[in-house]
């Protein structure tokens, strides 16, 4: 196992929401901005940055990694950690606001352009159509995917048995996702555009990045080293702010 670099300060933008209102408040206002058309990167090629937190609740701290990719090879080009302060309570729909300083930090911190960010969550396959792959992707301007390991609160037909096999994932008669079968015999993942990639270029990605297990080498990566720092910081005693 590699050294790592020092994780990177979180901050939390002065202005960032504090209530609920306000939250939904910024999801109205940047929903507009998010892009479903793409193109995004082509499938297989340039770079893929898996993003990922871990929480220490009790210490109110927060680890965010983000790995970087070939997208061709999936070997490691570059990481980056961030660890500071929870900034938002914990509300459903509203996960973004707990995550993003973080993982703007971890992105911040990177030399190698991220490429495609693949978000372990949701992109508009959200109540709000605005998770965490469309609210990175508005603020960063980068194509950015949510695979999810839960389908939150959308419904789906069980996808055929196979890799590659999928089934819309839907909001009464409105399609915002997929259920994507990645390895054969094995429960789906959930994969929404998030912002600069249509929804088919994402299940393309996705099935690219997850050549031998359920989830993407993007994600696996990115949460087994969040976890990690996460455990240096609070064995370190760490500072909360």
Sequence with gaps: MHAHPAPAAVAVPADWPATGAEARAV?????PRVDLTGPGPAPGTGTAT??????DDARGLVAAAAVVL????????EEATAVGPVSFPYVPGLLAFRELPAVLGALAALTAPPGLVVCDGYGVAHPRRFGLASHLGVLTGLP???VAKN?????????????????????????????LRTRAGVKPVY???GHGVPLEAAVAH?????????????????????????????GGGAEQG
């Design 206 to 234: 996705t099935l690219r990045l997850a050549p031998a297990y359920r989830l993407p080498e993007t994600t696996r990566r990115a949460d087994a080293l969040c976890r990690e720092v996460l455990k240096e910081a609070v």
């Design 50 to 55: 898996g993003v990922d937190v871990a929480y």
């Design 191 to 193: 994969v929404s555009a």
């Design 70 to 77: 070939d997208a061709a090879t999936l070997e490691v080009v």
């Design 144 to 146: 950015a995917i949510g």
């Design 151 to 179: 389908p939150f609160t959308f419904t789906h037909r069980p996808p055929g048995g196979r890799r590659g096999d999928q089934a819309p994932l839907t909001d009464g008669t409105e399609e915002v996702g997929r259920a």
């Design 27 to 31: 999801q109205d206002t940047l929903r």
